[in-house]
């Protein structure tokens, strides 16, 4: 705790004198142009990933990056996506898993969470991804995934949680008009990459190959 209160003091004596323009725009709405779902996991900084400032993205944090399948019963996501798309108006949709993922090694044997059983409920977000691992593998539906396969559900969990966006009613009114993409991204911790798919790919390439023509349109202006 001493950490975050010395943080706070500098916050206010420092950071916030510096950028006090930016602070006095914010306090009168936001108006982000991405919506940015990613995992509860401590050590990912969404705003220090994407160099973004305060206002810039709107934030969804749960643990495993997970995305319920729409349905007639509210939760915090639902709504939270709802708000977003609908009155935000969010232009991008960023579902953005990690590696070392605790949630994913939860998911990939459900059997040994049986003392956690609201984690248990929550992480059944992911089963279909975990079945397309085991499946692709020719592992027995149902049984517990090796550390090997790791990697592997956590991509698949990111595409699966894609597929989930896609449910929501008015997230597939924007795609439908194209008023809204949807990225899924992997961010490595260890190495600082990024891998990245989009809503109509299943294979995720390197950030660079990914955002190429992106990266040579910005580089061109600078």
């Not at 090694?105 to 049986?114: N, R, V």
């Not at 539906?141 to 090796?146: D, E, H, I, T, V």
């Not at 949807?182 to 911790?189: E, L, Q």
């Not at 990245?196 to 390197?206: I, K």
């Amino acid at each position: 705790m001493d950490n975050v209160i010395k943080g706070v003091l500098h916050f206010r004596q420092n950071i916030y004198p510096e950028r006090k323009d930016l602070f006095g725009t914010l306090a009168g709405g936001q108006d982000p142009d991405i919506l940015f779902i990613t995992c509860s996991d401590s050590r990912i900084d969404p705003n220090l990933l994407t160099g973004s400032d305060p206002g810039d993205l709107f934030i969804c944090r749960n643990a495993g990056n997970i995305i319920p399948p729409h349905s007639n019963e509210t939760g915090g996501m639902t709504a939270s996506i709802e708000y977003a798309v609908a009155v935000l108006g969010v232009r991008h949709i960023i579902v953005c898993g990690h590696t070392d993922c605790g949630a994913i090694k939860g998911a990939m044997d459900l059997s040994a969470l049986k003392g956690l059983p609201h984690v248990k409920e929550w992480l059944g977000h992911c089963r279909s991804a975990m079945e397309i691992v085991r499946e692709r593998n020719g592992i027995e539906s149902g049984a517990c995934l090796a550390p090997e396969h790791l990697n592997e559900a956590i991509e698949e969990n990111v595409l699966q949680q894609v597929q989930h966006m896609r449910t929501h009613p008015i997230v597939a009114a924007k795609l439908a008009t194209k008023k809204v993409q949807i990225h899924g991204w992997v961010y490595n911790i260890e190495s600082g990459r990024i891998r990245c798919c989009d809503q109509h790919s299943d294979a995720f390439t390197d950030f660079d190959e990914h955002y190429r023509d992106d990266i040579s349109r910005l580089s061109y202006k600078s």
